[in-house]
């Protein structure tokens, strides 16, 4: 009986190639703070708010499920949510340009966003 | 196959399958591990992996897609039950292509299966959602890969107590 085989040290080196590669899937966070709050809802963008003015939104997702998205001195967040898992309304605030919290089972994405053109969008889209 | 043995088979994917569900259970009634969706360790992978080294690939995938559909309706909710089917599918692929080709651990098979049961739900996911989920793939290709590693060891153990294993 063994754990480990000298062979899987190709799975591993996948593995980690993957991980390598998939930094450059999506357009990254830039790391610089973002200026607007795009919602979406099943992929389609719904709404969007100025990161900072302090508003309170009741997003309706799918199946009927709702995420409360807060925003306040210039971060976003979901205060409540009426998911199974409320995983969404553990998520720490966000405010940085392409930080993103998503809510799975109502299928909502709040994504922080830049309203001025940078390079980086450019080439992710 | 005779009758007896058609039973044998029978027997042995139901206890399969009722300890995955058991196993699915116990890990929604634990607190989660991250405000990310999809990091957890994954318990109901050690049937279907027992079952993949024990009673065959068809049996496995049987065992696998049972689980996600009575998990579904019963606790876990049909949003997650229709990732989960995406992860199983590619997981259950990659897992048996693996253990076809016969040099891997069950540890490695274990743990590529859990990344690409991540991959597959990121991607139904980005399909329903949006891409900005792509920006978890980082984080999940890596938890996929220590939940997996970690499963692979407890099924190594289990097989050995077993005795199907030496």
Known sequence: ?125 | MSVSQRTNLITRMGLMIAAAFILSYIESLLPPLSAIPGIKAGLANIPTLIALYTLGSWEAAIVSFVRIILAGITFNGIPAMIYSLAGATLCLAVMITMKKIGIFSITAVSAFGGVCHNIGQLAASSVMIGLPILNYLPVLIISGTVAGAFVGIVTTLTLKHLRVLA
């Open chain 1, 1 to 125: 009986m063994t754990f480990f085989k000298k062979q899987d040290l190709i799975i591993y080196a996948l593995v980690l190639i993957l991980f390598v590669c998939s930094f450059f899937l999506w357009g990254r966070t830039t790391g610089s703070t973002g200026d607007i709050v795009v919602i979406s809802v099943n992929g389609s963008e719904k709404m969007t708010l100025p990161l900072n003015e302090d508003t309170e939104v009741l997003v309706n997702g799918f199946l009927g499920l709702t995420c409360n998205v807060v925003v306040q001195n210039g971060t976003v967040r979901i205060s409540e949510a009426t998911c199974p898992d409320k995983l969404c309304a553990r998520h720490e605030p966000i405010s940085k340009d392409g930080e993103s919290i998503i809510c799975l089972p109502a299928r909502i994405t709040v994504t922080v966003r830049s309203s001025k053109p940078s390079d980086i969008d450019a080439i992710a889209r």
